[in-house]
């Protein structure tokens, strides 16, 4: 969602009076110093003024996490701040056998602008200009549907988990989040200390993955405290309006960390599958209705991944909402475009971001949730409730939350959790 500029920000803060903030982000340009989320350090012990930190001792900035997860494959990345340093990645699969040591492809990206959040490297340690090495494992010829333990051979805490997508008809489990701005306060990971226990076997982002412009935060000082998610599973975002905040965040930072080509899909949007459900990633930064070069795509993908063999369902996944109650985002003409295809093609789910917040809709046998809890300042979910389609809203709050979904046999059960572990709302859906 469109952040308050940072100035606003910073008086939206002092309107609603004390606000909890953790200082739990490292005060170096790596992201896995566990001595740099000391919230005591001083000024002078995390600024270093116009010379980045030093590279730590495994060589290691930000990562690892999994992504571009199929039935045989997936991807699995982490950068760098020095070439040339411990490329392995070791790989156990959980339900037992033998590690294997795999070697990762390193590639140089050379950085040329500096971020700092507003509040200074002691909150979310600078994005410095120069040179990152990205190192990717490209795991290949997996069973499918088992999942392994990953660690770093640089560094063997530095871990996670990767599942291959189910077999057909298999019960599949997984979390939907948007909007995480965790440098933004406590809450954040409050939630994710709840989601960690659900095990789901992928993570779902609406988009919004980390935010500049809310004045506190750095892709640096984004990833240790999103950690504990990255490692529960691949990781299947969708890009939403800040991925794009500055000229160079898109190509330096967003596609970088976790753009890739999958099913005929470009680096923005593309569609993947676990268990005959299909899900189709679009990016509402460029134009998404059925006319579009994006639209043509998502409607010859439906027709097509419907004749497949096993094919379920399928489930669209967007940033900026096709119906809500709050802003002004909604794409009304893209939701009324797409109707008779969604019913056609058997899309009994839509996931969207943006508004920070939850909602809940059904219209015309789909139901639409807005799931743009993840930690961003939360939004009013009724700025625009005299819109016709508010009355088909079955549920909604201004909360941080997460959606945990699980799919069996022909049912869709679903749960939105807030950063008590307090269920807010829950759903069934029963697809033929």
Known sequence: MSSLPRLGILVALAILGPVSIALAAPACSSSNDPAAADPTTTDDETDSGDVPPPCPANGVSKGPWSMAMT???????????????????????EGGGAEQTLTSTETMKDLTVRHTAVLGPQRSPDDWPGPAWMHEVVLESLPVGTCYQYALAADRSLTGRFCTSRPDGADVHFVAIGDTNPLLGEIVPKLIAKVVPLAPDF?????????????????????PLMRPLLALGALQPALGNHEHETPDELDDYSNRFFGYPNFGGELTYYRYESAGIWFHVLDTEQAVEPETTQGKWLLAGLEEVSKKPGFRFSVLVMHRPFVTCGDNAQNQAARTGYASALAQYKVPLVLQAHIHGYERFEIDGVTYITTGGGGGLIGDMDENISRDECAMRKSSGGFVHALDVTVSGGSIHARAIDANGTERDSFAITVP
């Open 71 to 93: 039935r045989t494959s997936g991807r699995i990345r982490w950068e760098s701040c020095r070439a040339g340093s411990e490329g392995g990645l070791v790989l156990t699969p």
């Open 203 to 223: 993570l779902v982002h609406g988009g919004d993955i980390q935010y500049y412009e809310s004045a506190f935060e750095t892709w640096t000082g984004w990833f």
